[in-house]
């Protein structure tokens, strides 16, 4: 029997739909319905967590499944994978924004042109692309299904770096200062209106 046909009659044990299933693991009721035909398998956070679930082993959902124990070896190693590109641009990100604040502060024995500095700014907003879409397909491999902490990161250096080419583009510190201290508030603000919807929910 394969991982699918358990997870089935795993849950009509249980008595419960898939709706419900998927409320409880903050997934689709596709997603279930997915898992259940063999369509998709879950991630191992998921199948921890449907373990739980249906008070079973892990052992007993997995056993005799070669294709769900390859694909769980196979999304973890991607999740490792995923990790390391994402630690990387964020290292790369905070050098390059390191690098830019020094220019606009004239830090003693750093200079750099105009020209450079924008053309630093405009690497690192690009790997700040990279850094969200490798953060998402970090938390989907992780079982998480919401990216908020992620996304106000991203929102975070976007907004820093709105500041560096601003602050390249001028020498009035009070101008630079103040649009950092409204975005600041304006991504807090929004941060707050997501926690508070996403407890609602």
């Given at each position: 029997m394969e991982v699918s046909e358990r997870l089935g009659r795993a849950r009509n044990?249980?008595?419960?739909t898939q709706l419900e299933v998927a409320q409880r693991l903050h997934v689709s009721r596709q997603t279930i319905s997915n898992w259940e035909t063999g369509r998709s398998y879950p991630d191992i956070?998921?199948?921890?967590?449907?373990?739980?679930?249906?008070?079973?082993?892990?052992?007993?959902?997995?056993k005799e499944d070669a294709k769900m124990i390859e694909d769980v070896k196979k999304k973890?190693?991607?999740?490792r994978g995923t990790r390391v590109i994402v630690m990387s641009s964020l290292a790369v990100d905070l050098i390059g924004l390191g690098m830019i604040l020094a220019h606009v502060f004239k830090a003693p024995g750093f200079g750099m042109g105009r020209l450079t500095a924008m053309l630093l700014v405009l690497l690192v907003c690009l790997n700040v692309i990279v850094l969200e879409a490798s953060a998402v397909r970090y938390q989907q491999l992780s079982g998480a299904t919401k990216g908020t902490k992620m996304t106000l990161l991203t929102i975070l250096f976007v907004l820093m770096f709105v500041i560096a080419i601003i602050a390249t583009l001028t020498t009035n510190l009070a101008l630079v200062l103040g649009i950092a201290c409204g975005g600041l508030v304006a991504c807090?603000?929004?941060?707050?209106?997501v926690r508070l919807t996403s407890l609602k929910s």
């Open positions: 044990n249980q008595q419960l956070a998921s199948l921890l967590s449907l373990a739980d679930l249906y008070r079973l082993s892990l052992d007993s959902l997995l973890e190693r991607e999740r807090l603000l929004w941060w707050w209106l």
